[in-house]
């Protein structure tokens, strides 16, 4: 079966600009994840959709939101980007149970100019 | 505060040698997972462990989950190049906590040279 996609894979972007990143999760998989990985920081989590509800949120300014549509593709947006925004935004798809693990995309990798 | 330290950070080794890769926590989860990346490529999930005491191969990879539920080693024998990659931790539902996100370690990069 397919797995996650995420589009499109590498984006550059200037300081002050938005950005929306788009995650199509594996078919039959109703959660949606989003992680940013830096060098210095790791992976750390943005936020997390089911059916459509945001169920947590990670610890990232208002700048960063998301949503998920019916179909469960989720999207992701930044505004007002900084220097520092600059990183591989990975989205991960399960079937909601975390213990069964996750499936991530191959990511997306923005840089802020 | 990192709440899941990884050790080593870095490992470079010979093809045919054996490691052991750790995650260390002072808190508690309900489940943990350990995931390989390669570059410009997402995490890919090797294996769960979710019972205290739990240990579970996977060929040449062995993982155990901590007793108290705070810690977890890999433990790879007889390396290949093919192993090389970024080995990352994650654990779901910190200290009973929502267990709808995964907190990560920063990961152990691991080479191994033919």
């Known amino acids: 079966k397919a797995g996650v996609t995420q589009t499109p894979r590498y984006l550059i972007k200037t300081r002050g600009q938005q950005v929306t990143l788009s995650c199509s999760p594996i078919?039959?998989?109703?959660?949606v994840s989003w992680y940013q990985q830096t060098p210095g920081q790791g992976l750390q989590f943005l936020f997390e959709?089911?059916?459509?509800?945001?169920?947590n949120k990670g610890n990232f300014p208002g700048r960063f939101s998301g949503r998920q549509f019916s179909n469960s593709r989720s999207e992701m947006n930044v505004s007002t980007l900084e220097l520092g925004d600059s990183a591989l935004y990975l989205c991960?798809?399960?079937?909601?149970?975390?213990?069964?693990?996750?499936?991530f995309g191959s990511g997306t990798r923005l840089t802020v100019v | 505060t990192q709440l899941l330290e990884q050790s080593p950070q870095f490992l470079s080794i010979q093809e045919g040698e054996n490691l052991t890769v750790y995650c260390n926590s002072s808190s508690v989860f309900s489940s943990l997972q350990w995931y390989r990346q390669e570059p410009g490529e997402g995490p890919v999930l090797l294996v769960t462990?979710?019972?205290?005491?739990e240990v579970k191969k996977l060929k040449r990879l062995t993982f155990q989950f901590g007793d108290a539920r705070k810690d977890s080693s890999l433990h790879i024998t007889a390396a290949q190049p093919g192993d090389t990659g970024l080995y990352l931790c994650a654990g779901a539902g910190l200290s009973g906590g929502s267990n709808y996100k995964l907190t990560f370690g920063k990961g152990t990069l691991l080479t191994v040279n033919p």
């Open positions: 078919s039959g998989h109703r959660s």
């Open positions: 462990v979710v019972t205290g005491g």
């Open positions: 991960a798809s399960s079937l909601g149970d975390p213990a069964r693990g996750y499936t």
């Open positions: 959709y089911f059916s459509e509800t945001q169920r």
